[in-house]
């Protein structure tokens, strides 16, 4: 064989191995998708978190290496939330003994960050989060941070007020006016996996389907 | 063969006579109270953390009246306030909008659940424990009012499922 021929067949192999790969590896995860009952791939290579750093409810820094070497579970409360946040931590609960009863033998990391975090200080997040499941882990934070954080994931939220008997609605960032201490938070409550390397890898938006999810989250796991 | 069957006669418009007497207590009793055509099923506080600022009450309440009736107010001891709230979707934004009453058509019923009308306690003197129970006063349009006991439990179990849950 001549020199030639065997760097054709070296290029030749080289190709097909390259396409077998990007196929096996499926950057888009085609065929996972199609099997996904609860979730939403949200998986984009070129988008990465930008770091942060918050503090958890033990006083810890909470930053981007908290989320590497393990999958994690993550959603977005606040504490004064008397319906969507109980039923996300209680939905995420669920998906946990679930994965359990699966038989899942590294269970995620399952964490709760605060929209809110001049209420919702790491003492207040200790003893509400951990409620839910003692595992769960509660972050809070600078106000910035967090708002910094939260749009990679297409989370939003915004304070909502009352004046004189009308809702009044104060967007993400801007300050309350003078004297309102009650508020209450309007925001989306999905659920987020994480992959190891700590990006954004599968969403789920409401109303969450526990036993779906943890399927899901079982084959992501598997898949990746 | 005469005697049977007006025995069975005087019988029959005695029967009838006790049954539209009875019917008209009913009614009589009914006019002083309406609460009898309002009928709330299975309250329920959910179980909270211990320093949950905010609890959610849920039930079925059932209008079996002619007239539609509102919820006009709750009120329970032991709460900074209470207020009548509905969780809504936005284009996947959930909201959680205060009411001024919650409507509840004439032979119909409306169902307080999570992600749906909700009753709120806010701002507790002591987050109740599971299995208590919390006394709330329901205040309707028409006048009438009535205390129900809503016990705390976790879950936002759907009634279906806590009847099958029911020990």
Known sequence: MSKLTLSIVIIFIAILGISVYSVNTDSNYGDLKKQLKASHILHKPDKKLHNFSLVDHNNEVFNNARLQDQWTLLTFIYTHCPDVCPTALMDMASIKSKLIDNG???????VAITFDPKRDTPKVLKTYVRYFDKDF???SGEQSQIDKLIKPFGTYYERSIEVDGNTVTIPNGAELPKGVKNYSINHTAWLYLLSPDGQIFAG????HKPKA???DISLMMSQY | MFKTMKTTLLLSIFLLGAKSAFAMHHQHNSEQNHDEKLIIN???VRAAPANA???GVFMQIQNHSNNDAKLISADAAGYQRVELHRTMEHHGVMKMIKQDFMPIAANNQLNLKPGSWHIM???PDAVPAEGDVVNIKLTFNNGTSQIINAVVRKGKMTMKHHGSHHH
């Open chain 1, 104 to 110: 899942l033998e590294s269970m995620p990391g399952f």
């Open chain 1, 137 to 139: 882990i509660g972050v």
């Open chain 1, 204 to 207: 789920f938006p409401t109303p």
């Open chain 1, 213 to 215: 999810i943890a399927q």
């Open chain 2, 42 to 44: 299975e309250p329920w």
């Open chain 2, 53 to 55: 600022p905010m609890l």
């Open chain 2, 121 to 123: 306690l806010i701002g």
